[in-house]
């Protein structure tokens, strides 16, 4: 973490996320007084200084003295907040976390090549987030760390061979947890339909879902593997699993992932568009 640590960092835009990183690199060492925030809204201004970092409202400012920009706003104004910035970057290393928001985008709006694209997921809100990156060869390794340190702290980092990947990662862990609770929704049905109390449903379903990640993660074994250890020839589980098979559910999520994948992409393309 040292290195991020000896850097300014500014964050335009103060939403959830930006928050989550805000506190993870504070709990890692990060001084308070390193961070700046830019953010129009005045309540999310006055609870970012309550963990003393420097909050504006005004953009130029905001980035004067930063090492690191990372932008954390809504796509849809992501040219808007953009433009005026244009060839203030010299020096700094772009970070955005803006949903679709393609390098060649970016670069074209502040007139900056040194930038990393991230596809964070909702889980590094509790430190467990799982964060895709790709960045051009202009990129260099000393600034793929730093991006790599300023994320750490609120969960897994992964670096992606090509942009083309980061819709993959969009399908996978970017609205990955989103199936995960889906699945939980059900299976809290399902426990209330058995008769179970529906506080005593979800708390054995959110804690068997924990448990299998954390098995998952743990262990030598793949979850293929791990799945065929739990289930015993005619037993309860094999019962479960041919319902799912027969409602071809691995096919489904399958198509599902695709789905996502391809709306990532058709956004991207719009935004482009729209930013021009």
């Known amino acids: 973490m040292s290195a991020a640590l000896n850097c300014n960092i500014c964050f335009i835009g103060g939403g959830n996320m930006a928050q989550a990183l805000i506190g993870g690199l504070i709990s890692r060492g990060l001084p308070p007084t390193r961070i700046t925030v830019s953010d129009p809204v005045e309540k999310v201004r006055l609870l970012l200084a309550e963990k003393d970092v420097c909050v504006t409202d005004d953009n130029i400012a905001a980035i004067r003295d930063a090492d690191i920009v990372l932008f954390a706003v809504k796509p849809q104004v992501l040219a808007s907040v953009l433009k005026p910035?244009?060839?203030?970057?010299?020096?700094?290393?772009?970070?955005?976390?803006?949903?679709?928001?393609?390098i060649a985008t970016i670069a074209t709006l502040l007139a900056t090549d040194r930038?990393?694209?991230?596809?964070?997921?909702?889980?590094?809100?509790?430190?467990?987030g799982a964060h895709g990156l790709y960045a051009t060869e202009v990129v260099d390794s000393k600034d793929r760390e730093l991006a790599?340190?300023?994320l750490a702290a609120t969960g897994l980092t992964l670096w992606v061979n090509s942009e083309a990947?980061?819709?993959?990662?969009?399908?996978?862990?970017?609205?990955?947890?989103?199936?995960?609770?889906?699945?939980?929704?059900?299976?809290?049905?399902?426990?209330?339909?058995?008769?179970?109390?529906?506080?005593?449903?979800?708390?054995?379903?959110?804690?068997?879902?924990?448990?299998?990640?954390?098995?998952?993660?743990?262990?030598?074994?793949?979850?293929?593997?791990?799945r065929k250890n739990v289930t015993s020839p005619n037993g309860t589980t094999q019962?479960?699993?041919?319902?799912?098979?027969?409602?071809?559910?691995?096919?489904?999520?399958?198509?599902?992932?695709?789905?996502?994948?391809?709306?990532?992409?058709?956004?991207?393309?719009e935004l482009s568009e729209s930013s021009k």
């Open 85 to 102: 910035l244009k060839g203030l970057f010299e020096g700094k290393l772009v970070m955005s976390i803006v949903a679709g928001a393609e």
């Open 115 to 128: 930038i990393v694209r991230v596809m964070p997921n909702t889980p590094a809100l509790v430190q467990t």
């Open 165 to 226: 990947q980061i819709d993959a990662v969009t399908a996978v862990s970017g609205s990955g947890p989103a199936y995960f609770f889906y699945m939980m929704e059900s299976m809290i049905r399902a426990g209330k339909n058995l008769g179970l109390d529906e506080k005593v449903a979800t708390a054995l379903t959110l804690q068997t879902a924990l448990g299998a990640a954390q098995m998952a993660i743990t262990s030598s074994n793949t979850p293929a593997e791990l």
């Open 239 to 269: 019962a479960a699993l041919e319902v799912f098979d027969r409602a071809q559910i691995s096919q489904n999520i399958q198509a599902a992932l695709a789905a996502a994948q391809k709306r990532s992409q058709e956004l991207a393309q």
């Open 148 to 150: 790599s340190q300023v």
